[in-house]
């Protein structure tokens, strides 16, 4: 049997969840007999069924369980959550072989899954694909044995090294990249927990932070602000999407713009908006994800500006960047930032090119 062929059918599945499942990982289940797939699925939003149950509900004659290899990307789970354990479903429908992508390093699994299959009789096969099923779920690894965020750099950049213009007109923001680029942003941005700039983007250019040209849920929106110099009435603050705002201060804004002090039992700093406080002075990229980590954010994409994002390269806090560069000449211009790393692949995007880097 082809067992290469069904977990990237897995993996293919397992897309389908990306941005919705968390803090569960997203993982795809096929069903195979007779060299048929007679089920498939993928993991629910969160609350709601694993994989591998989706795919056993999937099969209409359930006899054929009995004869039937089940693919799965990661490990099944062997303990109680907010579903039963996915191992003890398969034991019940008495299926005889699980071939399974990559071991779940999560330590409520960790092996365990594995372990009680074998222990029932079960022929179980690991490591098929394994690198790609990592991949698959860079997220929850990352999250789970660094106790951080997945990071994700991006940013575009002109032809002759530049962010941004030195100065604009308008507070908005100056494009470099095309449109196809673009929407592309905004499928990232469905896909990833949190989205983080820093104070100077806010200022100079208002954005939304939100996901607009692709259809998805918007990131948790997290902004450093050192000094609270944001103006109160930019969109970030508009209370429409929840965000954290990393500060130097046990303060916030009011509702008039003034600075007051945040207090445990303020109801405004435990939803929409939330109040930090980081030490600007050392370790701040890594301040701000052990923040990012107390709030089970398991991956950030951050778009800059140019210190932000030289910020975490500095700290070698970054898994991968995803660099734009656009079909425009500035002249001068703020900088990109200084990334000396490995290219892993380069693609073109109509008149764009995109570069994608990976920090291993």
């Known amino acids: 049997m082809n067992h290469k062929k069904y977990i990237q059918r897995c993996l293919q599945l397992a897309k389908n969840g990306i941005g919705t499942t968390r803090p569960n990982p997203s993982v795809g289940a096929v069903i195979v007999h007779n060299n048929t797939i007679i089920g498939e699925g993928f993991t629910s939003p969160y609350g709601g069924s694993h994989a591998e149950v989706n795919a056993i509900h999937a099969v209409q004659n359930q006899e054929l369980l009995k ?5 799965v990307t990661l ?38 899954g594995i372990e009680r299959l074998q222990k029932a009789g079960r022929n179980v096969m690991v490591g098929v694909c394994e690198e790609a ?8 690894f990352t999250f789970q044995n660094k106790k951080r ?20 007109e308008e507070q908005q923001p100056v494009w470099i990249s095309n ?38 849920n918007n990131p948790t929106r997290v902004v450093i602000d050192k000094s609270l110099r944001i103006p109160s009435e930019v969109t ?49 990229a890594a301040q701000i994800c052990e923040v990012l980590h107390t709030h089970q954010i398991q991956s950030v ?3 800059g500006g140019a210190q932000t994002l030289q910020t975490f390269i500095d700290a070698n806090l970054w898994d991968e960047a995803r660099v734009f560069m656009g079909d425009v000449s500035f002249g001068e211009g703020v900088k990109r930032p200084v990334l000396k790393a490995k290219l892993s692949s380069e693609k073109k995007i109509k008149n764009d090119i995109l570069r994608i880097y990976r920090n291993d």
């Open 301 to 303: 994409i951050i778009e």
């Open 149 to 168: 965020p997945y990071i994700i750099l991006k940013w575009a950049e002109t032809k002759d090294g530049f962010i941004a213009p030195l100065q604009k």
């Open 67 to 71: 004869e039937a290899t089940i693919y």
């Open 236 to 284: 970030v603050f508009d209370g429409k999407v929840q965000t954290i705002v990393l500060a130097n201060t046990n303060e916030k804004r009011g509702n008039k713009g003034e600075t007051v002090a945040v207090t445990s039992n303020d109801s405004e700093n435990s939803h929409v908006l939330v109040y930090e406080h980081i030490d600007f002075s050392s370790r701040v």
């Open 179 to 216: 449109s196809y680029s673009q929407q592309l942003v905004h499928k990232w941005r469905s896909e990833e927990q949190a989205i983080l700039v820093g104070t100077n983007t806010v200022i100079a250019d208002n954005p939304s932070l939100t996901v607009r040209s692709w259809k998805g």
């Open 133 to 140: 099923c990592k991949q698959q779920h860079k997220r929850f």
């Open 75 to 112: 490990e099944p789970c062997s303990h109680y959550g907010k579903t039963p354990p996915c191992a003890d479903l398969i034991l019940e429908k008495q299926i005889p072989t699980i071939v399974i992508g990559c071991v779940d390093t999560n330590s409520l699994v960790a092996g365990k």
